[in-house]
């Protein structure tokens, strides 16, 4: 919940503004049901409630996580709508997901073989409205995809990648990134 608000405040400000945020913002509210269906995901015997706890999700945020996802702390949706996380994704620490992004692999009946497979995606990734990651691939830590790109294969570190489908455009500069890490809310400040 932290994530959407700039630590550099006061404190009871900041706490404040948390609880608020908290209380009133369906992006944190979704990210919450997400972190307690996956809890009850892993007991069997409470796996049906977290399928209930995602639907109200949907219901409530527009966003679909699956509660076998594995996030990391310090998950930040920028806007609750039209977000989908499948079941094998796997996202590290603090990841910044805009609306319109579809993050998935299993291609279902008839899809290519070289799409089969869930995403990995790093630290510090940020990805841009209405783009898809899809299969079996890896984006590395403090890697930004651009608006609308489609992901079909591996990203490195610390690079852009967009267009459809995505390519890597270039590599961030050490003073790009000190700046993403000054203004980034998912990240510790000083």
């Keep these: 919940m932290r994530v959407h608000v700039d630590p550099r405040q006061p404190k009871l400000s900041y706490w404040a503004k948390v609880i608020g945020k908290a209380l009133a913002s369906p992006a944190v ?8 269906s996956h ?9 049906p409630f977290s399928f209930l706890l995602r639907s ?20 930040c949706l920028v806007h609750s709508q039209k977000i ?15 609306h ?10 008839g899809g ?26 890896t984006i590395g830590d403090e890697a930004f ?4 790109s489609f992901v079909v294969k591996d990203v490195p570190p610390r690079c852009v990648a967009m267009g459809s489908p995505a390519r890597v455009v270039r590599k961030l500069t050490e003073e ?11 990240r510790p400040g000083d």
Excluded at 85 to 94: D, F, K, Q, S, T
Excluded at 119 to 132: E, F, W
Excluded at 145 to 148: D, F, K, R, S, V
């Design 39 to 47: 809890v009850l995901y892993q007991n069997r015997l409470t796996r």
């Design 176 to 186: 790009e990134l000190d700046l993403i890490a000054q203004s980034d809310l998912t």
């Design 29 to 36: 509210q979704v990210v919450v049901m997400y972190r307690i």
């Design 112 to 137: 290519p073989l070289s799409m089969a497979g869930w995403p990995t995606i790093g630290n510090n990734v940020t990805i841009a409205l209405d783009s898809i990651v899809l299969g079996a691939l």
């Design 56 to 75: 109200a999700a949907v219901v409530w945020g527009g966003t679909e996580i699956h509660p076998a996802a594995e996030i990391g702390p310090g998950l």
């Design 100 to 109: 319109g992004v579809s993050i998935g692999g299993d291609t279902g009946r």
């Design 84 to 98: 989908l996380i499948a079941e094998g994704v796997r996202i590290g620490r603090n990841a910044r997901i805009s």
């Design 145 to 148: 995809i651009g608006a609308q």
